[in-house]
């Protein structure tokens, strides 16, 4: 089962911040959060387990809320890197396939 | 250096033909997996392997056909060529297979294939 993720879209000027959501209709045991620039592979940002704590890299935090089967990434004080699609991946109910959403394009503008 | 590096990056070929790509990894994963990323940027899983013995196959038709000679390589034959098979090719590893314990998944620069 695909997570939604939500806006499709986001269009920033640079030091604002964003929230990018990621949900399921299943349980979920982990939550993982890549981002890919245009033409190049994704490339790992964060995971968040089951139980575990909210995870910061740089300036782009997330959360899980695994009552409520979502995450959240939270982009603040924006930068022009920050630009990209994010995408999360969720392991579901027991198993070992990682799912991808559909991803969110993050356009910084100077 | 690359920890993940495939072949070829790019390649256009005509329908109808047969063609493969290779994958290697040397970060010492045990599991290996092959995407495919269509023109809407989805990305999904096709198949992975974990120390040789295939774990994931989702519906991809027969025509893709994986093969692992040792937990460091994993390449992707596929037959018969058709249009809708014109997208980009990601192969990527990981620690082990337990999403569960945090395993991430390091993914390769990707092999763009274009099918005429």
């Known amino acids: 089962q695909q997570p939604v993720q939500s806006p499709q879209a986001v269009i920033l000027r640079e030091g604002e911040d964003a929230v990018i959501n990621c949900s399921s209709s299943?349980?979920?045991?982990?939550v993982h959060w890549y981002r890919q620039k245009h033409g190049e592979a994704p490339v790992f940002l964060m995971i968040l387990l089951k139980g575990g704590e909210q995870m910061r890299h740089e300036k782009i935090s997330a959360s899980f809320n695994e009552k409520k089967q979502q995450s959240s990434l939270y982009l603040t004080a924006s930068q022009l890197s920050y630009s990209g699609t994010y995408f999360c991946?969720?392991?579901?109910?027991?198993?070992?396939?990682?799912?991808f959403g559909k991803g969110t394009k993050l356009t910084v503008n100077p | 250096d690359t920890a993940v590096s495939q072949t070829p990056k790019y390649l256009v070929t005509q329908m109808g033909n047969d063609k493969s790509i290779k994958c290697e990894q040397n970060?010492?994963?045990?599991?290996m997996y092959w995407y495919k990323q269509d023109s809407k940027k989805f990305l999904k899983i096709m198949f992975s392997?974990?120390?040789?013995?295939?774990?994931i196959n989702e519906t991809v038709p027969n025509r893709f056909s994986p093969k692992s000679p040792d937990k460091a390589h994993l390449n992707l034959h596929i037959n018969s060529l058709e249009l809708g098979d014109s997208a980009v090719y990601f192969c990527?590893?990981?620690?082990?297979?337990?999403?569960?314990?945090?395993?991430?998944?390091?993914f390769g620069e990707g092999s763009w294939l274009t099918v005429v």
């Open positions: 299943k349980a979920l045991y982990s």
């Open positions: 392997y974990n120390n040789k013995e295939l774990i």
């Open positions: 970060l010492g994963h045990d599991t």
């Open positions: 990527a590893s990981s620690q082990g297979i337990r999403r569960t314990s945090g395993n991430t998944i390091y």
């Open positions: 991946g969720t392991a579901q109910g027991g198993s070992e396939k990682l799912v």
